[in-house]
Structures are given as C-alpha cells and as structure tokens.
C-alpha cells in the first residue's frame, strides 16, 4: 500500500501507511471517486497505458513555485513540461494552444479560481486530465474540485516522488488523492453519515441496522412485535429523513458509521 487512492482498490491501491485503511474511510472515497468519474466529461476515468511522453501544463501564481515543479518533472524522462500559467484565463489559452496531456492546478489563483479554471478547461477540452496541487487538504476543496471533474487531488505537503506518481495515475486515466486528503475525506464522510443517523428514533435505528442486515419486513415485524405496516412506513420515514431512495443508499450510510456490522 503506497500513496493516493485509486478507485481499484483490488489491485495496487497507491494510498500512504499513515491513512488508516477504515472501512468507513474507503466506502465513502470509493463513493466520492466513483461519482466524480462518473459525472466527468466522456473519456475520463477509461484507463490507457502511458507511452509517449505526457505533456504537463503548470498553473501555480507564484513564478519560482512553478520554476521548481518544473526541474522536478523534468527529471523524469517521459514526463514534459510544455507550458506554465499564472492565473486562470491564461491557463485555459495556453490549455487550448498547447494540448497538454495533464495539468497540474493550483487552487489559489487570481482573478478565477484554480476550481473555475478546472470548469472551463473540460468543457472546452473534455479529455483532458487536470491534477490539482493545493496548499488546502480540507475535505470541501477535494470534494470541489472532483465535482468540477479534476481527476486527482494532492496537498502540497506531498512529497515530490508522489506528484510524479499522481502525474503518471492520472495521465493513464485513474483519480488519485493524496493520503492527509484522502484521510480528511473519510473523516468528513463518516460524521456527515454520523449526523444524519442522529436524526434516527431509537425505534428506527433498530429498524434501519435490521434492515441492512438483510432481515425482510415480515422477520422484522416478528421480531419487534409490530405488524408489516408499521414496519413499511418506519422504512419509508427512515428514507425521507435520511434522504434515501433504495435500500442500496440506506446500507451505504449504515455501513459508514459502522452500523450493519
């Protein structure tokens, strides 16, 4: 297990010892990822292998920042840096003149944000691969610029070796996140989840664990002593409040407060 989050957790799931590999924590970044592949432009999360050099775009506001990116990419041989921006419209020209295969994007930015920037550049190039680079690690910045269809997320706290590595993961189409980003994400996710459940009677809390243990509305009326009515409306309660449509997304909320296990 090294650095970053993949949505293949099965095979080798680049994610650093110091995240805590908590169910809670994988279900919902496997949600987060999962969702923002499938809300991306068309092409985006389809995995290619990488042969020619990738062509990188650097947009950071500070000149030596970037100057130093720069030395750090291209000492690696199949990576080329073929272009920088300091602000946002400047970014998406240069974008729109120079095709790169992956941008690395700063989210402080003048005039437009690194997050808008994202916005604009995939709607004008669907296919490209954007890499945000950020000083901010909190959950929300994550959750923002995934929505906005970045493809990876690193804090810049990251070690080098792994803003090459993240380079590499989302040049052949896989989001990545950092670990400390990673681990902010899980956190935020299993206390949402928490909160929501707070909302939960006792009656329903009982209904909602047997529920995502598989037992049916009969076995659970037998089991409480309530006829299959009551059981029914508590279910369809229990779904408004937490704002679940199937069973599916209720067990997904259960199972990140640890609740069916």
């Not at 400047?90 to 120079?98: G, K, P």
Request: proline share 5%.
């Amino acid at each position: 297990i090294q650095q970053g989050v993949s949505p293949d957790f099965a095979r080798e799931v680049p994610i650093d010892a110091a995240v805590p590999r908590a169910e809670q924590a994988s279900a919902a970044l496997y949600e987060l990822v999962a969702s923002a592949v499938a809300r991306s432009p068309s092409g985006f999360g389809k995995r290619c292998p990488v042969t020619d050099p990738i062509k990188i775009l650097l947009v950071d506001d500070h000149a030596v920042v970037r100057e130093g990116y720069r030395r750090l990419l291209e000492s690696e041989p199949n990576l080329q840096v073929v272009g920088e921006a300091g602000e946002g419209t400047q970014a998406c020209q240069n974008a729109r003149a120079l095709r790169p295969d992956v941008v690395v994007m700063d989210i402080a930015l003048p005039g437009i944000s690194g997050i808008e920037t994202t916005r604009r550049m995939l709607k004008d190039q669907p296919r490209l691969r954007v890499l945000v680079f950020s000083m901010y690690d909190d959950a929300v910045y994550a959750r923002r610029a995934l929505d906005a269809g970045a493809l990876g997320y690193l804090s810049k706290v990251s070690a080098p070796e792994v803003l090459v590595k993240a380079i590499y993961a989302v040049a052949r189409g896989e989001p990545y996140l950092s670990s400390d980003v990673a681990a902010n994400i899980g956190r935020s996710a299993a206390q949402s989840a928490k909160s929501e459940i707070d909302a939960l009677t006792g009656r329903q809390l009982e209904i909602l664990r047997l529920l995502v243990q598989g037992e049916t509305i009969k076995s659970i009326s037998e089991k409480l002593g309530l006829s299959e009515k009551t059981i029914a409306n508590q279910q369809w309660a229990i779904r408004a409040k937490l704002g679940a449509r199937n069973s599916a997304q209720l067990a997904r909320l259960a199972w990140k407060i640890g609740l069916s296990r």
